[in-house]
């Protein structure tokens, strides 16, 4: 038999008879490209997170936990923490919608799209995201009449 003759390597990961083995893992193919979560043992692509542990089922089950001993659904307290971790315009409050990551400040209102723009001036200049909220704030309320 032709086949046979072909070299098969044993992946020492997944046990399979395969036709080579990676040569930095030592593992086949579709073992090398994947990656076992050392907090769940579930298996994700390599150069990803697990997309188990980042969901936030997960990341805020104790909350999760929290709103069901009030009485919510799982489906209920989902939502509940998916809004409450929602990014919150630094400036009026509300949560930002599509948002970019990183954004810290909504397009809302006149007064935030101006907070926006002296917010992203200074963190072009290399300030730290932090002071640079604090100043765009101060900078802000200093000019709204309330
Ligand atoms: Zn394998
Ligand atoms: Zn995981
Ligand atoms: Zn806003």
Redesign the pocket.
């Known amino acids: 038999m032709e086949l046979q003759a072909l070299e098969q390597a044993l992946c020492p990961k997944c046990g399979n008879l395969v036709s080579e083995l990676n040569e930095l893992t030592g593992w086949c193919a579709p073992c090398s490209i994947k990656q076992v979560c050392p907090k769940c043992g579930r298996e994700y692509r390599r150069g990803a997170h697990c997309s188990y542990c980042t969901s936030a089922n997960v990341r805020y089950k104790d909350r999760i936990a929290d709103l069901r001993e009030e009485g919510y659904t799982a489906r209920e307290a989902l939502k509940i923490v998916r809004d409450e971790i929602r990014p919150k315009?630094a400036?009026?409050g509300?949560p930002i919608t599509r948002s970019r990551q990183g954004s810290v400040?909504?397009r809302?209102?006149p007064v935030?799209s101006e907070a926006n723009r002296v917010y992203k001036a200074k963190r072009r200049n290399r300030i730290p995201k932090d002071q640079a909220l604090q100043e765009t704030l101060d900078e802000i309320h200093g000019t709204t009449v309330r």
């Open positions: 315009c400036v009026c509300e400040i909504c809302r209102n935030c």
